[in-house]
């Protein structure tokens, strides 16, 4: 076998550190400089190959701390720090990486030197040329990245092209083509060419427990796009009605039932949740009395990733016929409602009770507004919070408006 420090030992014979390293110290002394650095390189290569075959952590770790302390004396050896003023050798910061206080960590410029040396030799000392020397140079770096930052894929297994939608769009409208209260009529005014659905999915994934993470969903309406009415007042007119909203099944176990979430889109709204599966819909809301049915072009996606909103989720519950005086709608708090924004509303109306109640009917407080413009902030929902039931106490014949909910996404 050769005297080489980095020379492997013969088949079977199990690897000694000590006999290594006594080895690497008697090569080294006397030697020219840069002989020394690439001996201590090559052989801090050779420990970390020895660490990889070891099936005791312990000796593993024992093996890759030597090796970085190889690294450092190399660093240390083939790039010494020159005071300017004095034009002398100082003390490098590889000198402080172990001391007393143990083997220190290598720094990236330590791992430059060490790689840099190491490429320049053969596993058996002897040089190579230029290229074979970069070539093995950019192998060391990138197996050095994989050490410090291994790659890690964000999609997880269950997300597969071709079975998982990550994104789409869809032409919607209430009640669809054949809507009973109007129908699609396209931007060019005809009624044909193009069909509306009254619900479409956009996003579907279908993973497993283990595949549990973080899912940032964006959904908005494609603004003059697809031929749709949206928002060509031309066509439909001021009598259009647009009420689009998005509902997502989500969860992260088959054991139990998924969660759902109905949201406003708007004119956009992204939010982020955990999950292991998910299904987002997108539709139309009916459209208030008197009005015809707009068509919309929304466009929806979803990554694996966490993203904060800076917008609020929102949905709304229309109040679209309260009748005189004495006249009630019960109204059913939306899932994960926060808040009650403040009513908004057409007609004006000189007194509104709600109530706010629990499920089994019962009211937990009033709120009794002389006009529905004095609700300026929202009303926090507790717990038990299940319904509110509208009250018209005035004589005006009708009230059209919406109750928007903050959504605690």
């Known amino acids: 076998m050769s005297n080489h420090p980095a020379s492997k030992p013969a088949a079977g014979v199990p690897f000694n550190l000590n006999e290594f390293l006594h080895k690497l110290e008697a090569y080294a002394k006397d030697r020219p400089i840069g002989l020394v650095v690439r001996a201590y390189a090559n052989g801090a290569m050779h420990l970390r190959g020895q660490a990889q075959r070891c099936q005791n952590s312990r000796d593993r770790l024992a093996l890759q701390t030597v090796a970085v302390r190889l690294e450092q004396i190399a660093a240390q050896l083939a790039t010494p720090l020159v005071d300017s003023h004095y034009n002398e050798e100082i003390r490098t910061f590889a000198d402080y990486a172990g001391d007393d ?14 790689d840099t040396a190491a490429s320049k030799l053969n596993p058996d000392g002897q040089p190579v040329d230029n290229l074979v020397a970069a070539q093995q140079f950019q192998q060391m770096q990138t197996a050095r990245e994989n050490l410090v930052a291994p790659f890690m894929q964000i999609n997880p297994a269950s997300a597969r092209e071709g079975i998982t939608l990550f994104g789409s769009q869809a032409l919607i409208q209430s009640g669809g083509s054949n809507s009973t209260t109007g129908s699609y ?34 959904i908005g309406p494609i603004l003059q796009g697809g031929g749709a009415t949206y928002p060509n007042a031309t066509v439909g007119g001021t009598n259009a009605s647009y009420r689009p909203y998005f509902r997502a099944l989500f969860g992260a176990s088959g054991q139990g039932q998924p969660v759902e979430v ?24 009916p459209a208030q009395a008197g ?82 413009g004095q609700l300026v902030a929202p009303v926090p929902l507790f717990g038990d919070i299940a319904t509110i039931r509208l ?3 005035s004589a005006t014949a009708s009230t059209n408006g919406m109750m928007p909910f903050l959504l605690g996404l």
């Open 391 to 393: 009250t018209n106490n």
């Open 262 to 285: 109905i949201g406003d889109i708007g004119l956009g709204v992204q939010f982020t949740i955990a999950c292991a599966f998910l299904y987002v819909d997108v539709g139309m809301d």
């Open 101 to 114: 206080m143990g083997p220190g960590l290598p720094t990236q410029y330590d791992g430059v030197v060490a």
């Open 291 to 372: 009005y015809t049915p707009g068509s919309m072009l929304v466009s929806g996606q979803m990554g694996f990733f966490a993203v904060g909103r800076h917008a609020p989720v929102q949905r709304s519950v229309y109040i679209d016929a309260l009748a005189n005086a004495g006249a009630t709608q019960t109204v059913t708090v939306p899932r994960f409602a926060a808040a009650l924004l403040p009513v908004q509303v057409v007609d004006t109306v000189p007194s509104l009770t709600m109530d706010f109640r629990d499920a089994a009917g019962t009211t937990r407080y009033s709120l009794i507004l002389q006009a529905p």
């Open 185 to 218: 009529v396209g931007a060019n005014g005809s009624s044909g060419g193009v069909v509306a659905v009254d619900r479409a999915r956009i996003i579907n994934w279908e993973g497993k427990e283990n595949d549990t993470r973080t899912v940032t969903v964006s």
